[in-house]
T-cell receptor
Framework: RKEVEQDPGPFNVPEGATVAFNCTYS??????FFWYRQDCRKEPKLLMS?????NEDGRFTAQLNRASQYISLLIRDSKLSDSATYLC?????????WGLGTSLAVNP | EPEVTQTPSHQVTQMGQEVILRCVPI?????FYWYRQILGQKVEFLVS????????KSEIFDDQFSVERPDGSNFTLKIRSTKLEDSAMYFC??????????????FGEGSRLTVL
């Protein structure tokens, strides 16, 4: 099983749609969880941390299920500018383990 | 807004040549990292650096690789004898003291290395 696994997509959605990405991780002792965003040929940037109770930042909602070792990201009312690759990142001690990313294309 | 800067943005080199990639981390950050991303593949950890020494390195970071902080601002990655499979985007990143609980790394825009 891969350390961090994501559906690579691509997800093609119309503007205004709601889209959800999932991520699973193999190490049950993982301590922190994050979603990063990476635009084509650019550097990754932190989108949001993922907390056990779930957290929301505007149109973005992140959820964590430790029992199932599963993380999700929900984007509501998607914008053209949301088109990017979304990377699931898991921390164990001081090491960050990156998923391959899920590609999202929001179409007009 | 403070940022991580990297040079060169793109370097083309012949197989077997030495390459040095340079990074200037954010000034008050104390942890520094190199990652690489082969085209179409995931971001891979190479090495982390703290207090003037390597704190962790991956299996990729073999004897061909070295890092250095030659002065108070630069953080360099050297590849001694490049191989075709070293072709990738190399990202430098830095973070605030203490990664515990925090996954926020600030990345530079990357240095694209092409080995011919």
């Amino acid at each position: 099983r891969k350390e961090v696994e994501q559906d690579p997509g691509p997800f093609n959605v119309p503007e205004g749609a709601t889209v959800a990405f999932n991520c699973t991780y193999s190490n049950s002792a993982s301590q922190s969880f994050f979603w990063y965003r990476q635009d084509c040929r650019k550097e990754p940037k932190l989108l949001m941390s993922v907390y056990s109770s779930g957290n929301e930042d505007g149109r973005f909602t992140a959820q964590l299920n430790r029992a199932s070792q599963y993380i999700s990201l929900l984007i509501r009312d998607s914008k053209l500018s949301d088109s990017a690759t979304y990377l699931c990142v898991v921390r164990y001690n001081r090491k960050l383990i990156w998923g391959l990313g899920t590609s999202l294309a929001v179409n007009p | 807004e403070p940022e991580v800067t990297q040079t060169p943005s793109h370097q083309v080199t012949q197989m077997g040549q030495e390459v040095i990639l340079r990074c200037v981390p954010i000034s008050n950050h104390l942890y520094f990292y190199w990652y690489r991303q082969i085209l179409g593949q995931k971001v891979e950890f190479l090495v982390s650096f703290y207090n003037n020494e390597i704190s962790e390195k991956s299996e990729i970071f073999d004897d061909q690789f070295s890092v250095e902080r030659p002065d108070g601002s630069n953080f360099t990655l050297k590849i001694r004898s490049t191989k075709l499979e070293d072709s990738a985007m190399y990202f430098c990143a830095s973070s605030q003291p203490g990664l515990v609980g925090s996954g926020e790394l600030f990345f530079g825009e990357g240095s694209r290395l092409t080995v011919l």
